[in-house]
C-alpha cells in the first residue's frame, strides 16, 4: 500500500460512520422519548431490587420458622407465663431493672433497695400463681329460654378433684356484657361448692353465659392466670307475645285445611244436596235421592283451605315514633338516653313492639298448625315450630333494611302465601309498602300493621291492603278479629 492510500484509510478508521441497515422499521416505530427510557430503567431497578430483596430474606426466613418448630417446646411454654404478666407486674418488674441498674452504676444504696423489694415481689407474685388447679365446674342456667321479664337463674357447681386441698379461688362467669365474680372458699380434697346468680331478662336477645373460667394469681394483681372449665351457653329471651283467635281460612285447598263457608262442587267437605244444572260433574250425581225425588241431584260441598301466612317485620327503628330523628329530640335528649340503664328499651321501644306483634302472629299460625313464614331483618324461618320461630326473633338485631329486598326474600320462601302481614312503623311510605306487598301473587290478602302510640287504633283499605293501626300489642287481637280473620 502506497503512503497515499494509508493518508486516505486513517479517516475512515478513526470515523464512526455506519451502514445504514437494510431491515424495515417496524411500523409506529421512532425515536423512543427520554421519560419512557427513564421509567422502564426505573421499573427494571425496582423489580430487580425486589428480587435480590426476597432472594436474601426467604432462605432466612425459612430458616427462623425451622428454628421456631424444632424449639416450640421450649419457648412455647415460657410464653405462656409471660402472658400471665398484668400490666402492673411489667411495670414492677421494669421498676426493679431500672433502679438495679442505675444503683449499680452510680452506687446508689437506695435505688438497690427499691430493686430488691420490686423483684423479690415480683418473684413471690409468680411463684404464687404457679401451680396446678384440678376442678370440676358445671355452669347451669334454668330455663335456657323466658320471655321479656321473667326470671332466669342459674348457678355454678365447683368440686375439687385434686387429692390436696384447694386455696381460695375466683371464679369469673361472663353473662352477656358483664361478668358475675365468685370468691370460692378453701375446698378439701372431693368437696364442692355451690352459687347461685340471677341473669337480667328485661331486654329481648340471645344473652351469653360463660364459659367459666378460674384465676389464680397475688392479691395485688401482678399475676393474673386464667384457665377455661365450660362452654359457652346461650340463654333466649323470646318477645312478649299475646295469645289470638285462630285467623281462618287461606286459599290453599288441602286435606287437613280449616273449613269454609264457601260453596264448592269438589272438595271433602260435604255440605247439601241440590237438583243438577247443566255443566255439573256426574260423578256427583247422589243416584239413590235422585230416584226418590224423581230429579237429579247432586253432592254440594264447602271449600277447605290451608293457609300459608308470611310475616314480614321492619327492624328499622327510623320508621317509628320512638326512633332517633323522628322525635323530635336534640343530640343532647339521644346521648342522655343512651347513657341511661333503659336508653336502649328507650330508643326502640315501637320496634320491640312490632317484633312482638309479628312473634304473635306467628305463634297463633303454628298453633293452628298452618304453615307460617316469617322475616324480620338477617333472620328467616319458614315451616318450622314456635320455638324456632321465637329463637331467631330473639335474635333480631334493630337497624335500617331494605324493604323491597327483604319481601323479595320473603316471596321467594313462601311462593304460595296466602296472607301477608307487613309489620312497620307510621314514617314507613305507603308507596313502600304497595311495593314490598306486590312481591306476592294478586289473590294474597295484603295486611299492614303500623305501630303507632300516638294514633287512634283502628283499620282501613288503601292501595289494596288493608292497613291495621294499633298503639299497644294488646288492641292486636280485637283488630285481628275485626279485620282480618274470616
Known amino acids: 500500500m502506497t503512503q497515499q492510500d494509508q493518508q486516505a484509510a486513517r479517516p475512515r478508521r478513526g470515523s ?4 445504514p441497515s437494510r431491515r424495515p422499521a417496524p411500523a409506529g416505530a421512532g425515536a423512543p422519548s427520554a421519560p419512557s427510557q ?12 425486589s428480587r435480590g430483596i426476597r432472594q436474601i430474606t426467604q432462605p432466612l426466613t425459612r430458616g427462623l420458622e425451622q428454628v421456631a418448630g424444632q424449639t416450640e417446646g421450649v419457648w412455647r411454654p415460657v410464653a ?9 407486674g411489667w411495670t414492677i418488674l421494669a421498676l426493679g431493672v431500672a433502679c438495679w441498674v442505675v444503683g449499680v452504676r452510680w452506687g446508689w444504696t437506695e435505688l438497690l433497695m427499691v430493686a430488691a423489694a420490686a423483684l423479690v415481689l415480683f418473684a413471690i407474685c409468680l411463684v404464687l400463681a404457679l401451680g396446678r388447679t384440678k376442678v370440676r365446674i358445671v355452669a347451669e342456667v334454668d330455663p335456657r329460654r323466658v320471655v321479656v321479664g321473667e326470671p332466669a337463674t342459674g348457678r355454678i357447681l365447683v368440686t375439687n378433684e385434686a387429692r390436696t386441698p384447694m386455696l381460695p379461688i375466683l371464679v369469673e362467669l ?14 378439701t380434697p372431693g368437696n364442692a361448692h355451690e352459687e347461685l346468680f340471677v341473669v337480667p331478662t328485661s331486654r329481648r336477645g340471645v344473652i351469653q353465659v360463660g364459659p367459666a373460667t378460674t384465676v389464680q394469681g397475688d392479691p395485688l394483681g401482678l399475676m393474673r392466670r386464667q384457665l377455661t372449665w365450660t362452654e359457652r351457653t346461650e340463654l333466649f329471651v323470646h318477645p312478649r307475645t299475646v295469645a289470638l283467635e285462630s285467623l281462618g281460612a287461606g286459599l290453599l285447598r288441602d286435606l287437613e285445611g280449616s273449613t269454609t263457608e264457601d260453596v264448592s262442587m269438589s272438595d271433602l267437605a260435604f255440605h247439601a244436596l241440590r237438583e243438577y244444572q247443566p255443566g255439573d260433574d256426574r260423578r256427583y250425581i247422589h243416584w239413590r235421592s235422585s230416584a ?17 301466612v308470611t310475616v314480614i317485620v321492619d327492624p328499622d327503628p327510623e320508621q317509628y315514633r320512638s326512633g332517633h330523628g323522628k322525635t323530635g329530640q336534640t343530640d343532647r335528649d339521644v346521648e342522655r338516653d343512651v347513657m341511661a340503664a333503659n336508653a336502649p328499651t328507650a330508643i326502640q321501644r315501637d320496634v320491640e313492639t312490632a317484633i312482638s306483634v309479628g312473634s304473635s302472629i306467628m305463634v297463633r299460625v ?20 314456635p320455638q324456632v320461630g321465637l329463637d331467631a326473633m330473639s335474635r333480631v338485631e334493630p337497624g335500617p333494611v331494605d324493604l323491597f329486598a327483604t319481601s323479595l326474600d320473603a316471596a321467594d320462601l313462601a311462593p304460595d302465601t296466602s296472607t301477608c302481614f307487613l309489620v312497620t312503623g307510621p314514617h314507613r311510605p305507603l308507596i313502600d309498602l304497595q311495593r314490598a306487598a306486590g312481591q306476592f301473587q294478586p289473590e294474597v290478602t295484603r295486611v299492614v300493621v303500623v305501630i303507632d302510640p300516638q294514633a287512634d287504633h283502628g283499620i282501613r283499605h288503601g292501595g289494596g291492603l288493608v292497613i291495621l293501626t294499633l298503639r299497644t300489642l294488646e288492641d292486636l287481637r280485637m283488630l285481628l278479629v275485626s279485620g282480618v280473620a274470616r
Open 16 to 19: 464512526r460512520f455506519r451502514m
Open 366 to 385: 303454628m298453633l293452628d298448625e298452618q304453615d307460617c313464614t316469617i322475616v324480620c331483618g338477617a333472620q328467616k324461618v319458614t315451616k318450622s315450630v
Open 174 to 187: 361472663p353473662v352477656g356484657l358483664s361478668a358475675a365474680r365468685f370468691v370460692l372458699p378453701a375446698l
Open 38 to 49: 427513564t421509567g422502564g430503567l426505573v421499573r427494571a431497578v425496582s423489580g430487580t431490587t
Open 80 to 88: 405462656g407465663i409471660l402472658r400471665w404478666v398484668s400490666p402492673l
Open 292 to 308: 226418590k225425588a224423581g230429579k237429579l241431584l247432586v253432592r254440594q260441598f264447602l271449600d277447605t283451605r290451608r293457609s300459608h
